[in-house]
């Protein structure tokens, strides 16, 4: 069975991931248009519409704009941008958020993408959130690094081309960052988290941190409880995996750069009761590319880790 796929936005740095990904595949026949009609809206709302699968790698307001042109019943969409990450009528494509979830996509019209820090975030706090050993009300912390491709072709031009020379770049001081709601929504907490994202000079890769004062928590859970939490909510998950912490000293940027998986650890320290969640991705991977092939597979009916580096 071949599906045809017409990614909107082939020419940005997601698109091409995701062609890479899809490349040489027999199961996928690719709609395209050529550069001198790839802005023409006429020709865009017949290839939307001529596709089975359309993935969305767009600006917000484009990407609205792209899914109002598609005027049939049948075009099913991912969008890769933030526009519908919250948005009603739209399935969360984190295959690993839920038990339900990867039925829910494969099931869904409209999937959005999830964004690469909530996927880290999301990884480590929902299951716990679920279980009830981090109280969905408590002031969660988050703080993240993520190489610079996550900027798309401004911020790669810009850090490449002599633009900037610094290494570490903190940003979103204001604490509005767009990816905010969509990390409260989705582990079901009752407070927006406070997220401390920076940029750093490597072009791709990606470390999440959520601190946990386990000795404030009503409940007091143990390391070995978190860690055995996150476990079982992976335990048959082909793109997550927990990884022993122990003897571990130090968490690399790079560490799954180039991969489309995510990897989870659980460090802390028994005596004083506190623990350090961390998570490792590639942004362009499991926080962007790798995530939207995940989903059209499982949409599609495919094996959801075909054409994915794991």
Known sequence: MSVKLFIDGAAGTTGLEIADRLAGRSDVTFVTLDEARRKDAAARREALNDADFVILCLPDEAAREAVALIDNDRTRVIDASTAHRTAEGWTYGMAE???????????????????????????????????????????VSVH??????GGGKAMIAEFEGGGSDTAFRGYATGLAHKHVGEMQRHARLAHPPLFTPAVVRTYRGMVVEVPLPLFAFQRRPSLTAIETALREAYRESPVVRVLDSEGVSTVEIEADAGTDRLSLRVFGNAATGQ????????????????????NFNL?????QTDGLTL
Not at 114 to 136: D, M, N, Q, S
Not at 144 to 149: C, K
Not at 275 to 294: E, I, M, S
Request: net charge positive; hydrophobic share 45%; proline share 9%.
């Open 144 to 149: 993240a690094v993520s190489g610079y491709s």
């Open 97 to 139: 958020l839920e038990p339900s979830q990867p039925g829910a996509i494969a099931s869904a019209m409209r999937v959005s993408n999830p964004g690469c820090y909530p996927t880290g975030f999301l990884a480590l706090v929902r299951p716990l959130v679920r279980a009830g050993l981090i109280p969905h009300d408590w002031p």
């Open 299 to 303: 949409m599609a009916g495919f094996e």
């Open 275 to 294: 623990a350090r969640l961390v998570a490792t991705l590639d942004n362009l991977g499991k926080g962007a590319a790798g995530a939207a092939v995940q």
